[in-house]
């Protein structure tokens, strides 16, 4: 691939920058503009410059999303395929996401920030795969046969839950998409999905995708906009059968309200969170200072489930401290198109001083900067990985998830304190237990309070691992087959026998 102007003026060698060819709302098998005709300004964090235009979807705009996809449940063939069927037709949709993975994965880097080359090698065929996973459950769903306790027999269906409407975050665009959308299709669901206003290119891309692998029209409709509209209309909208939320715990609130106010359709929430990662001294503390950065700083830090509360046992805590600044020195921020490095720009301008803000914050509480907390000097929106140490567990750095690459790093003496320091938060999404004790592994994995435990890894994901949070970081769960339960409903039949020489 040669080396080519984005159009802004930027060069991203060896790679091809796509062409931005969808841009308007994707509603019944067709791409149209907006009802109002208002578009918005998607912008590259790299430069700060607009990328492209697009559509804005408003109520109105999702009303018309909802009917199609109603039409296409209540009337359409869909959910009347056998699942065979259906699998045929996301595996088709799999195939093509992988034939277009370069494209795809330019698109999340230029909306994004994302790095460009981890996308085209993993998170793009992951999400194909994801695809396949939910592709082959497709013809797998069914009920139970009940053993009564008198003279009924009786026994179970699962079937689709109907409209549901999907509001996905900007952090991790293609991913997202096919979490949510993979399960909802195998299920037998009808759906409209709204993008982060950050990050539309790649949905309206798998829509366009959608239609060349032969998803009937209206079983798939992507809704471009904000979430204070696009996104409050799907969640009080009468006649969605189910809402699934990605994104922070104060927009969570909102969508559960709003869900409660209108036709108590149920919702599933993948909030927030502030995860400890916890490292005991009886680890390899090279390796595990890799891990802890990457814990951290991977994808920016822009992750729900960032590790970012590293406490040390104090029997390592110095050598720990060395080794993270070392690592840190060689950690690249720079552009994502470039093999050679780790950490892209954050999402947009935004976010980028919310993170500089809490960097401000932790300095003023007296936490001690021990690495990064600059800004670059290169144009866009790129901020060091940074490293905060003397944090209490009552500063503001050390309670509230910043979304960003800023860790802090915590002392801790015994088993016993660093459960109950880890529980003091308001989050259970996720931790992390470094250790070669098996004992302490178990007792502290039984005892921390989050969806997630990683022992001796982190950002252990995968398709058939199911994946959510404990207190305000939500409930339902994403991955695993427990995500297809949450588009289905569970119905009992029942009917008398007579004469029966058993029950």
């Known amino acids: 691939m040669s080396s080519e102007s984005n159009g802004n003026g930027v060069e991203s060698s060896h790679v091809k920058i796509p062409q931005i060819k969808f841009t308007k709302l994707f509603i019944n098998g067709e791409f149209v503009e907006s009802l109002s005709g208002k578009t918005f300004e998607t912008i590259d964090p790299r430069t700060g410059e607009v990328i492209a235009k697009i559509s804005e979807?408003?109520?109105?705009?999702?009303?018309?999303?909802?009917?199609?996809?109603?039409?296409?449940?209540?009337?359409?063939?869909?959910?009347?395929?056998?699942?065979?069927?259906?699998?045929?037709?996301?595996?088709?949709?799999?195939?093509l996401i992988d034939e277009n993975v370069e494209e795809i994965a330019a698109l999340d880097t230029i909306d994004g920030g994302k790095l460009y080359h981890f996308g085209k090698i993993v998170e793009i065929p992951s999400a194909a795969e994801n695809f396949r996973y939910y592709a082959g459950a497709a013809d797998k769903i069914h009920g139970a046969t009940l053993k009564m306790s008198r003279e009924l027999q009786a026994y179970t269906l699962l079937e689709p839950i109907g409209v549901v409407g999907h509001i996905i975050p900007w952090n991790f665009p293609s991913q997202m998409f096919v979490m949510k959308v993979g399960p909802t299709l195998a299920a037998g669901c009808t759906m409209v999905v709204k993008p982060a206003e950050q990050t539309p290119l790649s949905a309206l891309y798998y829509a366009h995708l959608a239609k060349l692998a032969g998803l009937p029209d209206g079983v798939l409709n992507v809704v471009t906009g904000y979430g204070r509209t696009a996104g409050a209309a799907i969640s009080s909208h009468m006649d969605i059968d189910k809402v699934s939320f990605t994104g922070s715990t104060e927009v969570g609130r909102l969508v559960m309200q709003a869900a409660a106010l209108s036709n108590l359709k149920p919702v599933s929430l993948?909030?927030?969170?502030?995860?400890?990662?916890?490292?005991?001294?009886?680890?390899?503390?090279?390796?595990?200072?890799s891990l802890a950065l990457q814990g951290t700083f991977y994808n920016k830090?822009?992750?729900?489930?960032?590790?970012?509360?590293?406490?040390v046992q104090e029997g390592i805590y110095d050598k720990f401290l060395i080794k993270l600044v070392e690592k840190t020195k060689a950690w690249v921020v720079g552009d994502p198109f470039d093999p050679n490095v780790h950490q892209g720009p954050q999402v947009?301008?935004?976010?980028?001083?919310?993170?500089?803000?809490?960097?401000?914050?932790?300095?003023?509480?007296?936490?001690?900067?021990?690495?990064g907390g600059k800004l670059s000097n290169r144009k866009g929106y790129y901020i060091e990985p940074t490293i905060f140490t003397d944090v209490s567990d009552d500063m503001t750095i050390a309670?509230?998830?910043?979304?960003?690459?800023?860790?802090?790093?915590?002392?801790?003496?015994?088993?016993?304190?660093?459960?109950?320091?880890?529980?003091a938060t308001k989050y259970g999404l996720a931790a992390g237990i470094m250790t070669n004790d098996l004992n302490i592994a178990n007792r502290v994995s039984r005892s921390i309070r989050a969806g997630v435990i990683w022992i001796n890894c982190y950002f252990a994901f995968d398709k058939d691992l199911p994946y959510g949070g404990y207190k305000m970081s939500g409930f339902g769960r994403d991955m695993g087959l427990e995500s297809l339960n949450?588009?289905?409903?569970v119905k009992?039949?029942?009917?008398?026998?007579?004469?029966?020489?058993?029950l």
Not at 486 to 489: D, G, P, S, V
Not at 492 to 502: D, E, G, K, L
Request: hydrophobic letters at 40%.
């Open 57 to 95: 979807g408003d109520k109105e705009d999702i009303d018309l999303a909802v009917k199609a996809a109603r039409q296409a449940f209540d009337h359409g063939p869909w959910p009347r395929l056998p699942g065979s069927e259906r699998r045929k037709i996301m595996l088709k949709f799999a195939d």
């Open 270 to 289: 993948e909030l927030g969170g502030k995860s400890p990662f916890i490292v005991f001294d009886d680890v390899d503390v090279d390796k595990i200072a």
């Open 301 to 311: 830090g822009e992750i729900c489930v960032a590790g970012s509360r590293v406490f």
């Open 348 to 371: 947009d301008k935004n976010q980028y001083e919310r993170i500089l803000k809490f960097i401000e914050i932790g300095k003023k509480e007296g936490a001690t900067l021990l690495a």
């Open 399 to 423: 309670k509230e998830e910043i979304f960003g690459p800023v860790m802090s790093v915590l002392k801790f003496k015994s088993v016993e304190e660093v459960i109950k320091r880890a529980n």
């Open 486 to 489: 949450m588009y289905l409903q």
């Open 492 to 502: 009992s039949v029942a009917t008398p026998i007579y004469n029966s020489p058993w």
